[in-house]
């Protein structure tokens, strides 16, 4: 049961409560109200508020005549169990707006903060006994919510990490991304909503950095998570280059010490960011559950042309954290360097695209550099390509950049899209090529093994994955594969750019043990230059 249908339910019971001693005739709500959408389904799009009240309404009016002081505690309490931070929401037009800020205090509610540009208003509750019938009137419009926690995504437990090594500065050269980057991102803003970033730190060194805070505390406390996510986007350095190092780094710091922060905060920062120009919006942050203003916040930023990343969560749990699960939000997994997606990464209905989160090198606290493991990083890589791609064209719109990283990407996991790996890994070699009618890269991209039954049930089918990462038609490919001693040939032809073929070959369950290692390579033929020849072999071993 979802918070709202919950507060429903607690409204409801004490509005008959109260009905029953007073002798009112509340009419209760049907059966079906208490119930929602599992938390994993994803949202389906901006909803429309529900029509002004009438201009005669006066919430003033609407205060119940109850005055038991033993009802009173029992309203309290109840507001408490909704609400124990006594942080609430409310979406209203225009015209609402102003008259709720007009009427608060007569209400019962003191107005603690406003973002005008989503019709938002966070209040508390000051008086419960005028308070109640207000909220439960807003909660039946569907106009209130509550204050939802975020943090930023917990570290990978060390067990789920199982990459022999990581990316470290190798992550725009496993990507195919060019050398020498200068200009790349020139004339584009990147918004992180992080803890803050270090401007003195040496890699960030010429990096042009704008900063807000939205905490009560002044001055930064630890910067180290938004330091690192600015280096791999904006670093240019003579030893380390980030994916965009001509951008702007608009850095605003929503996330405390101990890593937390909550849903009004990043709406208000990601509200600020677009006034402020912003062309990107990194959001290396999530939790489990969404929220009306988070909500409201990142549709303002897509209508506003602000494409927005965030990253899907370290649990490795099926379940996408928000903001990432929402509709027009670019979701965030990790890869390794073998080109699979971490153990660690959240999976479901909101993962886009993947990138590298293992073992990344970046900027840290005090001037040191560490390797960054996790799905925070990825996203800040993909906000990185995606900087790079508006600067080269200032009209893209958020959906057109986000379908061409996805109709650029490479393969992985399940053959097509899939919930894992989203539309697949993204590809700088790709993109930088993909006006280049001349570019070819034929890649042998992965294996899929589809064991329903369990690896001892019989025949146990796996599909080798060959993908044309290049523009130009392919044929007279010959694959080659070795497994338990045996040695499969297949040829591949008219493979169209972009096109994936799976082959499919068939060992016993009963042949494999806990491990079993594949070698396969794509053989060309005489005549063809391939750009990337690093990615025609590999040699795997895989568990079971």
Do not use: C
Not at 81 to 110: C, M, Q, R, T, Y
Not at 144 to 150: A, E, V
Not at 481 to 501: C, E, H, T, Y
Request: charged share 20%.
């Amino acid at each position: 049961m979802s918070w709202s249908r919950l507060l429903l339910f607690f409204l409801f019971a004490l509005g008959a409560y109260l009905s029953y001693r007073k002798g009112r005739d509340i009419q209760n709500p049907a059966v079906d109200d208490f119930y929602s959408p599992p938390h994993s389904s994803r949202s389906s799009g901006k909803r429309a508020l529900p029509d002004p009240l009438p201009a005669s309404y006066s919430l003033a009016n609407e205060v119940m005549d109850v005055r038991d002081a033993q009802e009173e505690e029992e309203i309290e309490n109840i507001l408490k169990k909704i609400s124990p931070d006594n942080e609430w929401h409310v979406s209203l037009s225009p015209e609402e707006f102003n008259s709720f800020i007009k009427n608060a205090s007569s209400s019962g509610v003191k107005i603690m903060g406003e973002i005008p540009a989503l019709g938002i208003i966070q209040f508390s509750v000051n008086n419960p006994l005028q308070a109640f019938p207000l909220i439960t009137e807003l909660t039946e419009q569907n106009k209130i919510s509550l204050n939802s926690p975020l943090r930023q995504p917990v570290s990978p437990r060390n067990d789920s990490i199982i990459e022999r090594e990581g990316f470290e500065d190798s992550f725009i050269q496993w990507m195919g991304g060019q050398t020498e980057r200068g200009g790349l991102g020139a004339g584009v803003k990147v918004a992180i909503l992080d803890s803050g970033v270090d401007p003195a730190h040496p890699m960030l060194a010429g990096v042009p950095i704008k900063q807000k805070n939205f905490l009560s505390s002044p001055g930064v406390a630890d910067n180290s998570h938004g330091t690192a996510i600015a280096s791999v986007i904006a670093a240019n350095q003579a030893s380390y280059v980030g994916v965009a190092p001509a951008s702007e780094i608009l850095s605003y710091r929503v996330i405390d010490q101990s890593g937390r922060t909550d849903s009004y905060t990043v709406a208000s920062a990601i509200v600020s960011a677009v006034q402020d120009g912003a062309d990107v919006i990194n959001l290396s942050l999530g939790g489990e559950e969404g929220s009306e203003v988070l909500r409201q916040a990142v549709s303002y930023a897509s209508a506003h042309g602000v494409s927005v990343v965030a990253a899907v969560g370290n649990e490795g749990l099926g379940l996408v954290n928000f903001p990432a699960a929402y509709d027009g939000v670019i979701g965030v997994t990790s890869v390794g360097t073998s080109g699979r997606v971490s153990n660690f990464s959240n999976f479901g209905e909101g993962v886009d695209l993947a990138a590298p989160g293992v073992g990344v090198l970046t900027a840290w606290e005090s001037s040191k550099m560490g390797n960054f493991t996790g799905t925070s990083i990825s996203a800040a890589i993909v906000s990185g390509v995606i900087a790079v791609e508006r600067s080269q064209n200032q009209n893209l719109s958020p959906f057109a950049v986000e379908e061409l990283l996805k109709q650029y990407s490479n393969e992985a996991e399940k053959p097509g899209v899939d919930s894992i790996s989203g539309h697949g890994v993204i590809s700088l070699a790709r993109l930088e090529n993909k006006n280049n009618p001349n570019y070819s890269d034929p890649a042998l991209v992965g294996y899929y093994f589809d064991y329903p039954k369990g690896v001892n049930g019989g025949t146990l089918p796996f599909e080798v994955m060959v993908q044309n990462q290049g523009n130009q038609w392919l044929g007279n490919l010959h694959l080659e594969v070795n497994f338990l001693g045996m040695q499969k040939k297949v040829r591949i032809d008219n493979l169209a750019p972009g096109q994936l073929r799976s082959e499919k070959f068939y060992l016993q369950g009963a042949e494999v043990g806990q491990t079993l290692e594949v070698r396969s390579k794509i053989d060309l033929p005489l005549g063809i230059t391939d750009a990337r020849p690093d990615n025609n072999k590999r040699v795997s071993l895989l568990s079971f």
